[in-house]
């Protein structure tokens, strides 16, 4: 069993920046995977980034070039840099580990871009 522990959300006026981190533990197996998902009101959940152990990384279109994702894996704990928020990335962000055999999430962290 894995757990992740999130923290860096709140809100943050359009154009900020925000720093969020997750740290998993728990876990005997390595994690392959670690990225952040986003799901606001009525939307389904999407990908916002993820990295693998080897640090390659993939982006949601929507966030490409204001966000960056990176990863300790000593730590086993993953960052997802947001600049240049807007509105629009107001959600709740869940963290993901993924194991190649299990995926695990966190409980969220509210996201909130407004003036």
């Known amino acids: 069993q894995v757990q992740l522990v999130e923290s860096g959300g709140g809100l943050v006026q359009p154009g900020g920046s925000l720093r969020l981190s997750c740290a998993g533990s728990?876990?005997?197996?390595?994690?392959?995977?670690m990225g952040w998902y986003r799901q606001a009101p009525g939307k389904e959940r999407e990908l916002v980034a993820a990295?693998?152990?080897?640090?390659?990384?993939s982006f949601g279109d929507s966030v490409k070039g204001r966000f960056t994702i990176s990863r300790d894996n000593a730590k086993n704990t993953v960052y997802l840099q947001m600049n240049s928020l807007k509105p629009e990335d107001t959600a709740v962000y869940y963290c993901?580990?993924?194991?190649?055999?299990?995926?695990?999430w966190g409980q969220g962290t509210q996201v909130t871009v407004s003036s």
């Open positions: 993901n580990a993924h194991t190649g055999v299990v995926s695990y």
């Open positions: 990295i693998t152990s080897s640090g390659l990384t």
């Open positions: 728990g876990t005997k197996f390595s994690i392959k995977v």
